[in-house]
């Protein structure tokens, strides 16, 4: 053996590679160890695998993966007892950019049977690189199984690398980091536990720190969701989703399944039994964690849509391509494919579970507003999520579902009408469903903001058009009152004078078969948006106008004295009208002092 320290030139691909590792190409400087922990497995799982037909290099049965922070060197060593490199592995592997210890081997198992091959993780010689954002020296002292040969491979990830001969008593991988001076972070254990978890707390091979000697455990070692279902209890679920959701409550659903075929993967996900803090408001990505062969990998993968962003927990597969960084997912048909199957699963499960009313309603207070997004923007899942949405309604107690409603209309009913405001208690007061209470007709009370723009995506439900009740003209003739109500006053004369009068406020006024115990009311033009729409828009300060369409009540006595009036000047009744038809409405009037005023000088006069 040489005693003669070989120098190398990286290859001009791995230099350029080195710059773009340190500065560019991750976004967390603690991947590193996900990267060299990840490595330390498949060499792991390498020598496992090679052990089926060479019983001499079976790994010892109580090998771990070791990892050592050493202050007063500041460095950390990483130690395994996998298959291990030769020189001249060492050389391709860590000086070659496009060779990698993990994709040889896989192109070499590939014909193996399913049940033999290992469990590869990743690119050893991309993720390998990731060392030099920590560490301005990296030492590899490795020896193959099988081989009495050790050598160090050293670099400071400035265009050249040294292979130099070593000892080392067992086959496997020492690798050391000696750590820059802005890392040393990662000398404390821990912070470099707290990392393990996150990045690699399921692989199987088990893992340790050594702090004062002695050896701490610093992974599970166990993936729950590749475990049978016979073998899992439902404490084990739990502890598993308050570990995943950082909750505290139990999950509403556990969904676990193993995907074979067309697609391998794994999944572990959980409804959460109350909604949980939401730290930063308005975020809709979903966070289920996604692995490759148990390792972590990311959580922003978006596995699910935005629409299901309140489902956890863990999709695991075996043969999802990834591209350098591991953190951009490549746009692959695999990946997508995944998504709609792990998608179509929780939607299933939700069905299911929708059966079940007591318990459905408790999911829906919960997250019924955030499924019902899916409504607005999901045309592919639209149809399977309108019969999963509930709603409070003007005659049925509790939730109702769409399905529920038509089963409950008038035989001459023809649409669903639905009432959007801004809380379901006024909605439940307002004058807006008089003529359909007096006709014993249903209307659907929509509260959530997101219920100002779904409805006329969804469009109809089992052929039944939905309708607001505050847009358009809408026709209750064919549907008859319940109980004596009075005459209704010919308004061909007063109509014109409230028109003129209020030209400049409103699009039309007109009489109203939907009022019985309300003089007016506020409604919306057919083309444009509807009452509620109006207002989000004004609170947007996009108003472009107003839509409004003023209906009066031609059986109120108040209308009656009206249309029965003299008066040719009809400005300041027609004005109090309008101002009454928006606070019914919960808007303010046009001139709250003014308004309040005439209330005051009403009741004044009512008193002498």
């Not at 993720?127 to 050293?154: L, N, P």
């Not at 820059?180 to 690699?200: F, N, V």
């Not at 049978?228 to 995943?244: C, G, L, Q, T």
Request: aromatic fraction near 8%; avoid cysteine.
């Amino acid at each position: 053996m040489s005693e003669t320290v070989e120098r190398h030139e990286f290859n001009a691909e791995v230099g350029r590679l080195l710059d773009l590792v340190v500065h560019a190409l991750y976004s967390e400087r603690e991947i590193f160890l996900r990267e060299l922990v990840a490595n330390a497995a498949d060499a792991i799982d390498k020598r496992r695998f090679e052990a089926l037909v060479n019983a001499e290099l079976a790994v010892p049965a109580d090998s771990k993966l070791r990892i050592l922070p050493d202050k007063a060197a500041r460095s950390i060593t990483i130690s395994d007892a996998g298959i291990g490199m030769t020189k001249l592995e060492l050389g391709q592997n860590l000086g070659t950019i496009a060779r990698s210890g993990t994709l040889a081997f896989a192109s070499k198992v590939a014909d193996a049977k399913a049940e033999d091959r290992p469990s590869l993780i990743g690119q050893f010689g991309v993720g390998f690189y990731s060392a030099f954002m920590v560490a301005d020296r990296v030492e590899v002292t490795s020896r193959h199984a099988g081989s009495e040969e050790a050598w160090t491979w050293a670099s400071e990830g400035r265009g050249d690398y040294t292979l130099a001969p070593a000892s080392r008593a067992e086959p496997g991988t020492d690798i050391v980091l000696h750590l820059k001076e802005d890392a040393g972070e990662y000398l404390e254990p821990i912070r470099l536990q707290t990392i393990i978890r996150k990045w690699a707390d399921h692989i199987t091979v088990p893992i340790v720190l050594v702090h004062d000697g002695e050896e701490e455990p610093a992974n599970a070692g166990t993936a729950l969701w590749r475990k049978p279902k016979s073998e899992i209890s439902e404490d084990d679920y739990a502890e598993f989703y308050r570990h995943v959701s950082h909750a505290f409550d139990k999950p509403w659903a556990t969904l676990h399944w193993r995907a074979e075929g067309a697609l391998d993967f794994s999944a572990l996900l959980f409804v959460p039994g109350m909604k949980p803090f939401q730290a930063v408001e308005g975020e809709r990505e979903s966070r289920v964690r996604l692995h490759v062969r148990r390792m972590f990998i990311t959580d922003q993968a978006g596995m699910l849509p935005p629409w299901l962003r309140f489902v956890t927990g863990v999709v695991d597969t075996e043969d999802l391509p990834l591209n350098v960084s591991r953190e951009m997912l490549q746009a692959t048909p695999v990946l997508a494919r995944i998504r709609r199957a792990v998608t179509s699963k929780v939607l299933g499960e939700l069905k299911s579970r929708a059966k079940e009313a007591e318990s459905y309603a408790g999911f829906w207070e919960n997250f019924g507003p955030i499924l019902k997004e899916g409504l607005y923007e999901d045309a592919e899942h639209r149809k399977d999520l309108a019969g999963l949405i509930r709603f409070r309604s003007s005659s049925a107690e509790g939730w109702t579902s769409l399905a529920d409603y038509v089963s409950r209309m008038k035989p001459e009913q023809t649409e669903i009408y639905y009432l959007v405001g801004d809380d379901t208690e006024a909605l439940a007061k307002s004058p807006q469903l008089e003529g359909f209470r007096a006709r014993g007709v249903e209307v659907l009370l929509l509260a959530d903001q997101i219920d100002s723009f779904w409805p006329e995506r969804l469009d109809r439900f089992e052929d039944k058009p939905l309708r607001s009740i505050t847009q358009g003209n809408i026709d209750l003739s064919k549907l008859p009152l319940e109980g004596e109500t009075a005459e209704p006053t010919d308004l061909s004369s007063l109509l014109p004078k409230l028109t003129e009068a209020l030209k400049e406020e409103v699009a039309e006024v007109r009489a109203s078969d939907r009022l019985v115990d309300s003089a007016v009311l506020l409604s919306a033009s057919a083309m444009g948006p509807d009452l509620q729409m109006q207002r989000l828009l004004r609170r947007a300060g996009r108003a472009g106008g107003s839509f409004a369409v003023l209906e009066v009540n031609p059986r109120h006595p108040l209308i009656r004295k009206l249309a029965e009036s003299s008066e040719t000047d009809l400005a300041e009744a027609a004005g109090t009208l309008l101002d009454l038809a928006r606070l019914q409405d919960g808007d303010a009037p046009r001139d709250p002092a003014a308004f309040a005023r005439k209330v005051t000088e009403a009741l004044a006069g009512s008193f002498r």
